[in-house]
């Protein structure tokens, strides 16, 4: 059976085929789909989202260590949370398949950073596979599975952006029948003491010289000849761009990673006039093969900065003098109209950095739909760096800037679960006179809606037992937690006002659920008596895309304010900013009581 799939929708297909047990990860952008799509369709695989990364990582390893395949899913950066088990999971290899999909988001479409995790791979000396379509993404997840027992080693699959997103015809196969297999007790090769520990380092190197022999051998890397004296290295995304951009060269396309299939590339590289690395990101393969004594040039024409794509390409073989002019690609990226991001309608944070916002205090800031404040008209996050680090941010800036000056860390629900209750205790610990903010709008808002341990459902859609974030804050020992309604903004005000002013930690929950969720907050938008506006701009500056300014002006010159019915959700914030109190609610419809 052939179906038009994702990359991600494909990964989830080779998890089925190759009887996974178990599917574990935390929802991150560009990986997401992974998990979802396992849920909804291949219920034989048992499914959950974590609190974080690590833990993601760590009930993988429980699975295969028990006997089932394992399959755990992750963004780039989610791989550094997971990084203490990963290095040392590399040491004491599987019991049966494991397998880590770790999903690099170059550009940072939606993200911090834009790392390259095939450094990862290598640092831990794992292998890793790269996929460059929906089908290779399925098949490799099923070779790595086979790889992971056949070398007693972890793999990475390393998905990119374009690859998780993009779709392609993919042709099913039935699931694999996998001999019964349970948990084998070996403490020597589980129990990472040093002494046990120095005996698998070794056993890692050995390990490593069988995947540099497997590399040279395997068709994952394999040489496509059509007769040119040019010849390409690459794998990945970058694999296609150049194909589109340049059909006609000799490609060595690189499936099998890590360790890289030196000898192989130093015979295609004799056998060509000239030879060139496209890659994306970093310069992986070329660092690897000029230290083999391989003389290629790859980052010299390819920046290593964001994402390639044919026009990319195109103008770095032009400047390679390896192509005379750039025909076919698309539209150089710099010159597409820009879509910056913003709060939804209705967003239930906005009140909050509206608040904030007129008390003037510092702001430590964390990932999740709510770092948008930082852009105008809100403008209102002072740091964002990683997930959790709002809360240790403040209190490093409360130790030396003093408590009268007023910090305050915003976290979201999800991204407190994963990694701000340490942070909270260590608030608690310290003595830190720091207000943290949790903005609890009920989902994993960002990625698309995913469920976390307060939703009360599980991935596989099960009740589950809620988080109950006040009692939570006050067993690490917070004497005053307070619960608001982000869309009261005088109250929410009155509230942070107090806490800031108040010594010692406190805690400001915000309980309303995300606007996208479940559904409009009121039946009625709210709308301009255009009579009554001043055009004082006051509505413009909470940065609602439901205002907007009309084309009638007051006698000043000023825009009136005019709300998008359709958008409107009916949070009420604007009309609380009109001072001439020119919002209301929209009437009642004729005949609706």
């Known amino acids: 059976m052939r179906r038009l799939l994702s990359g991600n929708e494909a990964v989830a297909r080779g998890a089925?085929?190759?009887?996974?047990?178990?599917?574990?990860?935390?929802?991150?952008?560009?990986?997401?789909?992974?998990?979802?799509t396992v849920a909804m369709e291949y219920r034989s695989i048992y499914s959950q989202w974590s609190p974080n990364e690590k833990v993601a990582f760590e009930v993988g390893i429980g699975a295969s260590l028990g006997g089932g395949r394992a399959l755990v899913t992750m963004k780039h950066v989610g791989l550094?949370?997971?990084?203490?088990?990963?290095?040392?999971?590399?040491?004491?290899?599987?019991?049966?398949?494991?397998?880590?999909?770790?999903?690099?988001?170059?550009?940072?479409?939606?993200s911090q950073n834009e790392q390259d995790n095939r450094f990862f791979a290598k640092f831990a000396q794992i292998p890793f596979l790269e996929p460059?379509?929906?089908?290779?993404?399925?098949?490799?997840?099923?070779?790595?599975?086979e790889i992971s027992?056949?070398?007693?080693?972890?793999?990475?699959?390393?998905?990119?952006?374009?690859?998780?997103?993009?779709?392609?015809?993919?042709?099913?196969?039935?699931?694999?029948?996998?001999?019964?297999?349970?948990?084998k007790r070996d403490m020597q090769k589980y129990v990472m003491i040093p002494a046990n520990a120095k005996k698998r380092h070794v056993v890692v190197g050995e390990r490593l010289e069988k995947l540099r022999q497997y590399s040279e051998e395997t068709d994952l890397n394999r040489i496509e000849n059509n007769g040119s004296s040019v010849g390409i290295i690459t794998g990945g995304i970058a694999y296609q761009y150049a194909k589109d951009v340049f059909p006609d060269a000799d490609y060595f396309k690189i499936g099998f990673g890590f360790p890289l299939p030196i000898e192989k590339i130093r015979k295609f590289v004799s056998a060509h006039k000239t030879n060139l690395i496209v890659e994306e990101l970093e310069p992986y393969y070329e660092e690897q093969l000029k230290a083999a004594g391989i003389n290629v040039d790859g980052k010299k024409y390819f920046s290593r900065l964001g994402e390639l794509s044919p026009y990319r390409v195109a103008q770095g073989l032009k400047e390679a003098g390896i192509i005379k002019e750039i025909v076919g690609a698309e539209i150089p990226p710099e010159e597409l109209f820009p879509r910056p991001p913003i709060l939804c309608p209705g967003c239930p944070h906005r009140g909050a950095f509206m608040a904030l916002k007129k008390l003037g205090v510092a702001v430590t800031g964390d990932i999740g739909c709510y770092t948008l404040s930082v852009l105008p008209p809100l403008e209102i996050m002072d740091t964002c760096i990683c997930m959790g680090a709002s809360i240790g941010n403040a209190i490093g800036m409360e130790k030396v800037r003093g408590h009268k000056k007023g910090v305050v860390a915003v976290i979201g629900d999800s991204t407190f679960l994963h990694?701000?209750?340490?942070?909270?205790?260590?608030?608690?610990?310290?003595?830190?006179?720091?207000?943290?903010?949790?903005?609890?709008?009920?989902?994993?808002?960002?990625?698309?809606?995913?469920?976390?341990?307060?939703t009360g459902h599980t991935l596989m859609g099960e009740k589950t037992r809620e988080v109950n974030f006040v009692e939570l804050a006050k067993a690490l020992g917070v004497e005053s937690v307070r619960e608001v309604d982000p869309y009261d903004y005088d109250g929410l005000l009155k509230v942070l006002k107090e806490e800031i002013a108040r010594p010692g930690p406190s805690v400001v929950i915000t309980n309303r659920a995300c606007v996208l969720m479940p559904k409009r907050i009121m039946d009625r938008p709210y709308v301009v008596i255009s009579e009554e506006c001043n055009g004082c701009s006051a509505c413009f500056r909470i940065g609602c895309p439901a205002i907007m300014p009309s084309k009638e002006l007051t006698k000043h010159n000023q825009p009136k304010a005019i709300i998008d019915p359709v958008l409107c959700t009916g949070c009420s914030l604007c009309a609380q900013v009109c001072q001439p109190e020119a919002i209301v609610l929209a009437p009642e419809p004729a005949g609706v009581k």
């Open 16 to 36: 089925f085929e190759a009887g996974v047990k178990l599917a574990a990860g935390y929802p991150g952008t560009p990986s997401t789909e992974i998990l979802e």
């Open 419 to 454: 990694s701000g209750i340490t942070g909270l205790l260590d608030a608690v610990y310290n003595k830190s006179n720091v207000t943290v903010i949790i903005l609890d709008n009920r989902i994993t808002a960002m990625t698309g809606g995913q469920q976390h341990p307060a």
């Open 132 to 145: 460059s379509d929906s089908q290779e993404s399925k098949d490799f997840t099923l070779k790595a599975f």
């Open 80 to 110: 550094n949370v997971a990084a203490d088990p990963f290095m040392t999971f590399a040491y004491t290899g599987v019991n049966v398949g494991f397998v880590v999909i770790s999903a690099d988001d170059p550009e940072m479409h939606s």
């Open 149 to 183: 027992e056949k070398f007693d080693t972890p793999v990475m699959l390393r998905m990119t952006t374009r690859i998780s997103h993009s779709k392609g015809i993919v042709e099913e196969g039935e699931p694999v029948t996998l001999p019964e297999s349970g948990f």
